[in-house]
């Protein structure tokens, strides 16, 4: 059952990224926001409010570690996920480079295994590998179709110059990894023995077709709220109620409400504090990409504790 959910969910996730792309493309300049800015708070709304409500059951799983590792008291577990969220911010504001860097790294890896996952269960060195490969379509295509914007939101992120010249006078680097993270599709459609192949195709073309039509930000927000965030959402409410999705769905939203209120209460804070210093559209980016970082490290080692531990029962 669930993974006729996931095809239908890719299905009208496909439809819905070709019309949207082929309406931009067609109406062009009429459709587009002459400011900018209005795009960027659109983009934080939806990433505060849908995208980062996928990783606010990260309570509900805190049960699971703490039952494995004999502990009763989550303040414990708040405690520690605040303390790695915090050092991950602490660490972007000495070592900018390296931390966005390790993100984008570790960002690749989730953003390739979560989505595909539901398809392969495999997770031999080899399946680890192409996980981040694939996943690293996030990252070079919107540096392909939109090199200069891309390297703009890389700046502002405080990315070495060095770095950044490297990326715009070397293209064919950019070129080759974004053929490797197609493969990586490839790679998956042949380990599964075709099987669900045109889930990981749509999948490719849809983000192909996101990072070709939209600016980074906006590519980037599509498919982080509406793809990879509703699939995590459909496996956590499946958990929740695998005898009847709909109620699953209303017990995730009962359950992540209150922490993706707080969370979205803390953006929009930081959002505040930073634009004393910044211009609101690179202060949203910071948020964004800072802010998911710091939430990306705990969820995935939480997500990774949970797992070995499962494998070893």
Request: net charge neutral; proline share 2%; charged share 15%.
């Amino acid at each position: 059952m669930i993974k006729n959910l996931y095809g239908q969910h890719t299905f009208f996730f496909s439809v819905f990224t070709i019309i949207l792309s082929i309406a931009t493309l067609l109406i062009g300049e009429i459709t587009a926001f002459s400011n900018q800015l209005i795009i960027s708070f659109i983009c934080l709304f939806l990433i505060i409010s849908i995208g980062i409500s996928h990783g606010a059951m990260d309570n509900y799983k805190a049960g699971k570690i703490l039952n494995i590792y004999r502990i009763k008291s989550k303040i414990l577990f708040y405690f520690i996920y605040i303390l790695i969220s915090g050092l991950v911010i602490l660490l972007w504001n000495i070592y900018p480079s390296s931390t966005l860097l390790l993100f984008l790294f570790v960002a690749s890896y989730h953003f390739g295994r979560e989505d595909t996952s539901f398809l392969h269960k495999g997770n031999s060195y080899i399946d680890q590998l192409f996980y981040l490969v694939k996943g690293s379509l996030i990252v070079f295509s919107p540096l392909f179709f939109h090199t200069d914007e891309t390297l703009k939101i890389f700046e502002v992120l405080e990315l070495n110059n060095e770095f950044l010249l490297f990326l715009k006078n070397k293209h064919w680097i950019i070129n080759f990894f974004l053929i490797l993270s197609s493969l990586g599709y490839l790679f998956f459609v042949f380990r599964n023995k075709f099987k669900d192949f045109e889930i990981l195709f749509l999948d490719l073309i849809s983000i192909l077709l996101l990072n070709f039509t939209f600016l980074p930000l906006t590519a980037f927000t599509i498919y982080f709220c509406f793809l990879h965030s509703v699939r995590h959402i459909i496996s956590i409410s499946f958990e929740l109620n695998n005898d009847n999705f709909q109620n699953g769905i209303k017990l995730f939203f009962k359950k992540a409400l209150p922490l993706t209120i707080l969370t979205a209460l803390l953006y929009i804070l930081a959002t505040i504090f930073l634009s004393n210093s910044y211009s609101l559209n690179d202060v949203i980016i910071k948020v964004i990409f800072i802010g998911l970082a710091s939430l990306t490290f705990p969820h995935i080692l939480l997500e990774y504790l949970i797992e070995i531990n499962e494998k070893r029962n």
